[in-house]
């Protein structure tokens, strides 16, 4: 039987940042083939540092899907723990170590109990950044296999251990990526009126370009608007030839994504046109929001609130983005929040002090099991 803790422990220490994921990779493969041991008919694809474990079921009018993703943050570790990041400068800050363990036990736990449904285990990389969802659902799953459903959790300090919640539709906002870059003419700064500034047009834009969120939107769609840099200029008595902005804008409701998308760049088409400097845009769909299956989900929830070993709460929506919301856009899914504590402490996701309640992994790996179990 496999030592869970263990495990995490050993992958908590080998944090890899996206498409990096080798040493993880390897970790992964080693187990996954000494469970496997004698069963000839399990197919493992490998695809970069990523793979799917394909177990045929006994009856195979299904295949269930299960994604983990393995790829860590470029975070340094805080957290004085005995197995603490090797590998400076990267951390499990999402703990997504935690999601490798509980993937690793629910395939033990396939294997030793034999499932009427195919399985289907994607092991995938660079959730964080820059995505790899699409890539090994278009390149490994979509032109191999049906999957059917498709199930995946993600663990959270905002919740005690012990704790699943979800909802029906939107559980994750979509993340859309924006660059606007303003190009002017550069000069001497004693001599403004033979220039034309993009500084001051990127300050009018990210003062303007709020008013989306105030003045053109639902309040009741949340929406989030970022952005993060600024860049332009290289002496304090020069006019700059150029300056860009980069930033995300997080959509909570797939109602307003073209509009908010439109309305960005008529806001930079006009200031451009106003302080007459050039500007060039670029914005495209990072993220898909994670958009939980009504009737999946519902069916979920139900099985949930017969469960006397965890509890049950509806979640709220977040404005944090999941690359899983594009494997949920092509097959019928959803995912659900498991409780690892740390909240009262202080500790969020991606902070470089976050450490799960690792005892959760052994009693969530049950709770998988029995639920795909039960799937017909």
Known sequence: MLDLIKIRHDLHQ?????????????????????LINEHKDIEITRY??????????????????????????????????????????????????VHMAVALGFLEYVLQNKQKNNILILFQPAEEDPGGAEEMYDNIIEPKYKVDEFYAMHDSPEWEPGIITTKTGELFAGLVALKIEFVGIP???????????????????????????????D??????????????????????????????????????????????AEIAQGVAQAIDVKVNIEIHDSYYPVINNLEITNKFINWMRTRTDFKFQEAPITMTSED?????SKVPGMMFWLGVGGKEKGISLHSSKFSPDEN???PVVRLIGEYISSIS
Not at 59 to 82: A, C, H, M, Q, S
Request: proline share 4%.
């Open 14 to 34: 080998i944090p890899e940042t996206g498409w990096q994921e080798k040493e993880t990779s390897e970790y992964l493969n080693n187990v996954i083939t000494y």
């Open 219 to 264: 309040p009741l769609h949340a929406e989030v608007l970022t952005f993060g840099t600024i860049n332009g200029g290289t002496a304090p008595n020069s006019v700059a030839k150029s300056c860009d902005l980069t930033g995300t804008l997080r959509i909570g409701s797939k109602q307003s994504l073209e509009f908010s998308k439109k309305r960005i």
């Open 48 to 97: 970069k540092t990523g793979f799917v474990v394909y177990i045929p079921g006994t009856e195979g009018k299904k295949t269930i899907g299960w994604r983990t993703d393995i790829d860590g943050l470029p975070t340094n570790e805080e957290t004085g723990l005995t197995f603490t990041s090797k590998h400076k400068g990267t951390m499990h800050a999402c703990g997504h170590d």
């Open 324 to 328: 899983y919301g594009y494997i949920i």
């Open 360 to 362: 959760i992994i052994i």
């Open 187 to 217: 000069g001497h700064g004693a001599m403004p009126h033979m220039t034309r500034d993009p500084l001051v047009a990127a300050a009018s834009f990210l003062l303007e370009v709020q008013t989306l969120i105030s003045r053109n939107l």
